[in-house]
């Protein structure tokens, strides 16, 4: 099989109608190699990069409430940045680059589950709609 390790998507295919930012960015705890009150941080096993985590929530209104909450890891050096908030949203807004993810069996249901990883995240783009107009195809600031 071609396929080892993580495998590479994007964002819009894991979260096709966006996601918000409903949680602080933490760093992740590495409870193997900690200690006698001793904190080790962890680091991706490839790259050596810090891991961080957020909780993010699907916007995609099919996905049962109680999977609406996924959290994503973050591979950086220092602690990402939150993009500023958008007036009059509760949540803040966000999009991931560098997105790949990572099936395993989860051992609380036995189902299968998805680790996703991220090396950035950053504010929405506002893409152009393709829009049709006297035949001819524009762009439509969205």
């Given at each position: 099989?071609?396929?080892?390790?993580?495998?590479?998507?994007?964002?819009?295919?894991?979260?096709?109608?966006?996601?918000?930012?409903?949680?602080?960015?933490?760093q992740v705890k590495?409870?193997?190699?900690?200690?006698?009150?001793?904190t080790v941080f962890?680091?991706?096993?490839?790259?050596?990069?810090?891991?961080?985590?957020?909780?993010?929530?699907?916007?995609?209104?099919?996905?049962?409430?109680?999977?609406?909450?996924?959290?994503?890891?973050?591979?950086?050096?220092?602690?990402?940045?939150?993009?500023?908030?958008?007036?009059?949203?509760?949540?803040?807004?966000?999009?991931?680059?560098?997105?790949?993810?990572?099936?395993?069996?989860?051992?609380?249901?036995?189902?299968?589950?998805?680790?996703?990883?991220?090396?950035?995240?950053?504010?929405?783009?506002?893409?152009?709609?393709?829009?049709?107009?006297?035949?001819?195809?524009?762009?439509?600031?969205?």
């Open positions: 099989m071609a396929i080892h390790g993580p495998i590479p998507v994007t964002f819009e295919q894991v979260f096709p109608h966006g996601c918000y930012i409903v949680g602080e960015i933490e590495d409870f193997d190699a900690s200690s006698g009150g001793r962890a680091k991706d096993k490839t790259t050596g990069e810090l891991i961080w985590q957020v909780a993010v929530m699907d916007a995609d209104p099919n996905v049962k409430a109680g999977q609406k909450t996924v959290s994503v890891k973050l591979l950086s050096p220092v602690q990402p940045v939150v993009p500023p908030a958008l007036p009059g949203l509760p949540f803040v807004p966000v999009e991931f680059d560098g997105m790949t993810v990572t099936p395993y069996v989860a051992q609380n249901t036995g189902r299968l589950a998805y680790s996703i990883r991220a090396t950035a995240l950053r504010a929405p783009r506002t893409t152009g709609t393709p829009v049709k107009q006297n035949g001819a195809v524009k762009e439509a600031a969205a």
